[in-house]
C-alpha cells in the first residue's frame, strides 16, 4: 500500500520557518510529480507548491519567494522549507504523489498542523 507520512509541523512564530518533510514508501517516487496542498479552516484547499519528475517547480503567489520545494529521490523524500511564515500560513499540509492531472487525484498523506502565531 502506497504511504505518504508528513512531518515537520508544528507551532512557529510569525517570522519563523518551518521545513515539511514528505517520505513516500511503495510508489516509484522518481516518477511522480510531488505537492503541497493545505487547507485552512473554513477555506477552501490550496495548491501550495509542486514540483516534478525533472525537477521543475512552482509555488502559489501567497507563499512566493517564502517557500521552495525540493525533492530528494534517493530518499523518496520530498520538503518544503517555509520562511517568513504568516498567520494565514496556518492551515493542515498535506503531500500528494500524482503522475498526472489533476494533482487531487493522486495519492495522499494524512497532513501536518502548521499554526503560526504568537
Known amino acids: 500500500q502506497v504511504q505518504l507520512v508528513e512531518s515537520g509541523g508544528g507551532l512557529v512564530q510569525p517570522g519563523g520557518s518551518l521545513r515539511l518533510s514528505c517520505a513516500t514508501s511503495?510508489?516509484?517516487?522518481?516518477?511522480?510529480?510531488m505537492a503541497w496542498y493545505r487547507q485552512a479552516p473554513g477555506k477552501e484547499r490550496e495548491l501550495v507548491a509542486f514540483i516534478g519528475s525533472g525537477g521543475t517547480t512552482d509555488v502559489a503567489d501567497s507563499v512566493k519567494g517564502r517557500c521552495t520545494i525540493s525533492r530528494d529521490n534517493a530518499k523518496n523524500t520530498v520538503y518544503l522549507q517555509m520562511n517568513s511564515l504568516k498567520p494565514e500560513d496556518t492551515a493542515v499540509y498535506y503531500c500528494?504523489?500524482?503522475?498526472?492531472?489533476?494533482?487531487?487525484?493522486?495519492?495522499w498523506g494524512q497532513g501536518t498542523q502548521v499554526t503560526v502565531a504568537s
Open positions: 500528494v504523489a500524482a503522475q498526472r492531472r489533476p494533482l487531487e487525484f493522486g495519492y
Open positions: 511503495r510508489i516509484i517516487f522518481s516518477i511522480y510529480t
